[in-house]
């Protein structure tokens, strides 16, 4: 197969993201810009580079990354500290990434290969043996797995040839036609819905919802067997009202053939935006577990009225 897909990580052993244990393929680029999104790295549908001061030398022992960079993007902090700084405007992505060959300690990485399906595939099924146990298998997520379609339609393919179960993480947010296409050959679809109220929506995630909560709809009615799990991350001070989980319940009632599972707010991934030269939006916030409870309670008894 001749496409090649923005793979930002395949990570192993995950008992998240559909039933047994998954190998997750992680796809770079999302048209939504979740506030709350644990993977920052994803967002951008282009390679960037990203700097983990942890891992850095310093500058009064190490300065080989501002030797190696062509372009003078790797400079000095203009704070004083003793490490570097990526001035972003000047980076050109230059194909071999003389940054981060540059770099001794690994301090310089890149978000994103692009792969063949055949190159992920092979790496998915050096994990067979867990598959076998628990039934498990390979998960497409993202970013948004919608935003790469010939690649994703591509793999799910291959994968579905070499008997390989497969999932689907998805925003919903992308062409129908892609999201029946790839329907077609999956065992499980994880269907994110943040929220009913469309500028709720758009404030926390830049978007409208409407093309989401639609394709759910169609897909639902399109494919009644198919396992669904719609997935709500609860997050404070944006969904976490008893108005949100009520409506969001009456919405389900009309979908019978769906399942739910409310997701408690985390901030496992902030680091990483300070990786990106960029502030967590939501630094300092913190989700009651009761609030979870209450959230779940609510959505359920609503959409069993």
């Known amino acids: 197969m001749g496409t090649k897909g923005l793979v930002f990580n395949v990570q192993g052993y995950s008992v998240h993201d559909g039933p047994g244990?998954?190998?997750?393929?992680?796809?770079?680029?999302?048209?939504?810009?979740?506030?709350?999104?644990?993977?920052p790295e994803?967002?951008?549908?282009?390679?960037?580079?990203?700097?983990?001061?942890?891992r850095c030398l310093g500058l009064a022992k190490c300065q080989m990354c501002l030797k190696g960079c062509p372009y003078g993007a790797i400079v000095a902090d203009d704070k004083g500290a003793d490490y570097p700084t990526i001035k972003r405007s000047l980076c050109q992505k230059c194909p071999d990434y003389a940054c981060r060959k540059a770099c001794p300690a690994g301090a310089l990485v890149v978000y994103g290969d692009f792969l063949e399906p055949l190159e992920v595939i092979k790496r998915v099924e050096k994990d067979e043996v867990f598959f076998q146990r628990g039934g498990g298998g390979l998960t497409v997520s993202g970013g948004e797995p919608l935003n790469q379609p010939d690649f994703l339609l591509d793999l799910l393919s291959l994968a579905h040839k070499r008997r390989l179960k497969t999932a689907l993480e998805t925003s919903g947010f992308g062409s129908y036609e892609v999201l029946k296409a790839?329907?077609?050959?999956v065992e499980n679809i994880l269907y994110d819905v943040?929220?009913?109220s469309r500028a709720k929506h758009l404030a926390g995630t830049g978007q409208d919802?409407?093309?989401?909560?639609?394709?759910?709809?169609?897909?639902?009615?399109?494919?009644p067997k198919l396992s669904i799990l719609v997935r709500t991350p609860v997050v404070p001070g944006f969904n976490d009202t008893s108005k949100d989980a009520q409506e969001l319940g009456q919405f389900?009632?009309?979908?019978?053939?769906?399942?739910?599972?409310?997701?408690?707010?985390?901030?496992?991934?902030?680091?990483?935006?300070?990786?990106?030269?960029?502030?967590?939006?939501?630094?300092?916030?913190?989700?009651d577990p009761k609030a979870l409870e209450d959230f779940n309670r609510l959505t359920l008894a609503a959409r069993n009225l």
Do not use: M
Request: net charge positive; charged share 20%; hydrophobic share 40%.
């Open 21 to 39: 244990i998954r190998t997750i393929v992680f796809l770079k680029g999302c048209p939504l810009g979740c506030q709350w999104c644990s993977n």
């Open 42 to 54: 994803s967002q951008n549908p282009n390679e960037e580079v990203g700097f983990n001061p942890a």
């Open 182 to 185: 790839a329907a077609r050959v």
């Open 194 to 196: 943040k929220v009913i």
């Open 209 to 223: 919802n409407e093309l989401i909560l639609d394709n759910l709809k169609r897909l639902t009615a399109d494919f």
């Open 252 to 287: 389900l009632r009309a979908l019978p053939n769906v399942t739910f599972e409310a997701l408690p707010y985390h901030r496992f991934g902030e680091g990483k935006y300070g990786f990106l030269g960029r502030t967590y939006p939501l630094a300092g916030l913190t989700l």
